[in-house]
């Protein structure tokens, strides 16, 4: 594969996985107008794990903490809540996977989610009470932002706008919908890199070893960037600027 096409790929995958804009939506644009083959499974693979190595690397210290403070039993409990959230998706995935693959995954699926997410993310912003903090999160908000995340199995639905809106009209603050969304991708995220891993078993082996350590490290850089400027961006500007974003990004879908 080209470097320009690892390159290019690479960086779109780092900087929209965080953002709630879709990276699907932006990969398979980019592909389209550059007239490019598919990347296939394996690079998709090593570009997530990329995004995955970023957001733990950034909240690292977040994370230790969370880890040394975890009690399922206790109330309040954010990494208990991290899990109870990841659940929903986790068993959504499984069972509906194959019905994904076969029958979503197409550039109208993918315009009508871009669409409908971006009109639902200015409304979360406006109508969102903005007053919850991450110490007030409960197991019942937990499960309620990981039924929300199930949305993302939706191509162009994007797993941070899906996971933020549902922060958002559970009254949290813009910035606390972001960071729970960040670090909910910890846990999803590993979900998904091991499950695709396991899909490509023995193609591992017949593919070149530099193009992926190459992928990864574009997108965790990428990445990176893109988590600390988003945190700050967010407090000034808020979420109304990405679902305005959304809704040209679907107009631009349906022309091209």
Same mark, same amino acid.
């Given at each position: 594969?080209?470097? =320009?096409?690892? %390159?290019?790929?690479?960086?779109?995958?780092? #900087?929209?996985?965080?953002?709630?804009?879709?990276?699907? *939506?932006?990969? @398979?644009?980019?592909?389209?107008?550059?007239?490019? !083959?598919?990347?296939?499974?394996?690079?998709?693979?090593?570009?997530?794990?990329? %995004? =995955?190595?970023?957001?733990?690397?950034?909240? +690292?210290?977040?994370?230790?903490?969370?880890? &040394?403070?975890?009690?399922?039993?206790?109330?309040?409990?954010?990494? *208990?809540? #991290?899990?109870?959230?990841?659940? !929903?998706? *986790?068993?959504?995935?499984?069972?509906? &996977?194959?019905?994904?693959?076969?029958? #979503?995954?197409?550039?109208?699926?993918?315009?009508?989610? %871009? /669409?409908?997410?971006?009109?639902?993310?200015? $409304?979360?912003?406006?109508?969102?009470?903005?007053?919850?903090? /991450?110490?007030?999160?409960? /197991? +019942?908000?937990?499960?309620?932002?990981?039924?929300?995340? @199930?949305?993302?199995?939706? !191509?162009?639905?994007?797993?941070?706008?899906?996971?933020?809106?549902?922060? =958002?009209?559970?009254?949290? %603050?813009?910035?606390?919908?972001?960071?729970?969304?960040?670090?909910?991708?910890?846990?999803?995220?590993?979900?998904?890199?091991?499950?695709? /891993?396991?899909?490509?078993?023995?193609?591992? $082996?017949?593919?070149?070893?530099?193009?992926?350590?190459?992928? *990864?490290?574009?997108?965790?850089?990428?990445?990176?960037?893109?988590?600390?400027?988003?945190?700050? #961006?967010?407090?000034?500007?808020?979420?109304? !600027?990405?679902?305005?974003? +959304?809704?040209?990004?679907?107009?631009?879908?349906?022309?091209?």
């Amino acid at each position: 594969m080209e470097l =320009l096409q690892l %390159t290019i790929l690479s960086l779109v995958q780092g #900087l929209t996985e965080f953002l709630p804009i879709s990276s699907s *939506a932006h990969l @398979i644009l980019v592909s389209s107008f550059m007239h490019w !083959p598919d990347q296939g499974l394996t690079i998709d693979i090593f570009a997530h794990f990329g %995004t =995955l190595l970023a957001v733990i690397f950034y909240f +690292r210290d977040d994370l230790i903490e969370i880890i &040394k403070n975890f009690n399922f039993f206790e109330k309040n409990n954010l990494g *208990a809540n #991290l899990c109870l959230a990841t659940v !929903p998706i *986790a068993i959504a995935g499984f069972i509906f &996977k194959d019905f994904i693959e076969i029958n #979503l995954r197409s550039e109208e699926v993918i315009f009508w989610s %871009t /669409l409908i997410f971006g009109i639902v993310l200015i $409304f979360s912003d406006k109508f969102s009470s903005n007053q919850k903090d /991450l110490s007030q999160i409960s /197991l +019942r908000d937990s499960l309620l932002i990981g039924f929300f995340q @199930i949305f993302a199995l939706m !191509p162009g639905s994007s797993r941070s706008a899906v996971t933020m809106i549902g922060a =958002l009209f559970l009254g949290y %603050t813009k910035s606390n919908a972001a960071k729970f969304s960040f670090l909910l991708a910890v846990p999803t995220l590993s979900i998904v890199f091991f499950g695709e /891993l396991v899909s490509i078993n023995q193609e591992i $082996f017949k593919i070149n070893y530099s193009e992926l350590i190459y992928v *990864a490290s574009v997108s965790f850089l990428s990445a990176i960037c893109c988590i600390h400027f988003f945190l700050k #961006l967010i407090e000034k500007v808020g979420f109304v !600027p990405f679902g305005i974003y +959304r809704i040209f990004l679907a107009g631009f879908i349906l022309v091209f």
